[in-house]
T-cell receptor, first 113, second 110 residues
């Protein structure tokens, strides 16, 4: 099944904890992204990697650290979680080039208590 | 800076009525415009892009550079069109960065 997959689907944790979200794509794309969707359904890009290199970093607190071990994976590690980090995080991938469709994962709903 | 505005948070229409979801953008260069859709409990997926000039599921969108708009239209709404619709812009350069509007929830009532 060709797609973008994320784990876990749901993540509930306490303030101050460190957590990771994993993303994998088997579409042969060279570019991967993390987006954050807040409670008002507003979607905003956080990071983009092309061929394992960071190309977009949208003023995200440095508690968020993406890691791309290879072109097919882009993980997101979050340190010292805060209440405001509660959101749905979407991973996406595409071929490089602005015309190209981005394929999204199912999302990870993070709840920080 | 690139910006996308969707003025309506919620649009409610009756089945069979025409639909128009508004989108305006701000970008100094030549933008690529997209409409993405998120059906209930499904992932975000591309509906259409201006470069393709195609009609998908009866929806069309025309890029109007004079009015900096990319409104999404469908002549006759169907119940299965109920979803969240996002207009998005990709600027030339900038690594494929997609800037999304705030989204419009379309509700088609019987």
């Amino acid at each position: 099944d060709t797609a973008v997959s994320q784990t876990p689907k749901y993540l509930v944790t306490q303030m101050g904890n460190d957590k990771s979200i994993k993303c994998e794509q088997n579409l042969g794309h060279d570019t991967m992204y993390w987006y954050k969707q807040d409670s008002k359904k507003f979607l905003k890009i956080m990071f983009s990697y092309n061929n394992k290199e960071l190309i977009i970093n949208e003023t995200v607190p440095n508690r968020f650290s993406p890691k791309s071990p290879d072109k097919a994976h882009l993980n997101l590690h979050i340190n010292s979680l805060e209440l405001g980090d509660s959101a749905v995080y979407f991973c996406a991938s595409s071929h490089s080039g602005g015309y190209n469709e981005q394929f999204f994962g199912p999302g990870t709903r993070l709840t920080v208590l | 800076a690139q910006r996308v505005t969707q003025p309506e948070k919620l649009l409610s229409v009756f089945k069979g009525a025409p639909v128009e979801l508004k989108c305006n953008y701000s970008y100094s260069g030549s933008p690529e415009l997209f409409w993405y859709v998120q059906y209930s409990r499904q992932r975000l997926q591309l509906l259409l892009r201006h470069i393709s000039r195609e009609s998908i599921k009866g929806f069309t969108a025309d890029l109007n550079k004079g009015e900096t708009s990319f409104h999404l239209k469908k002549p006759f709404a169907q119940e299965e069109d109920s979803a969240m619709y996002y207009c998005a812009l990709s600027g030339t350069g900038g690594g494929n960065k997609l800037t999304f509007g705030t989204g419009t929830q379309l509700k088609v009532e019987l």
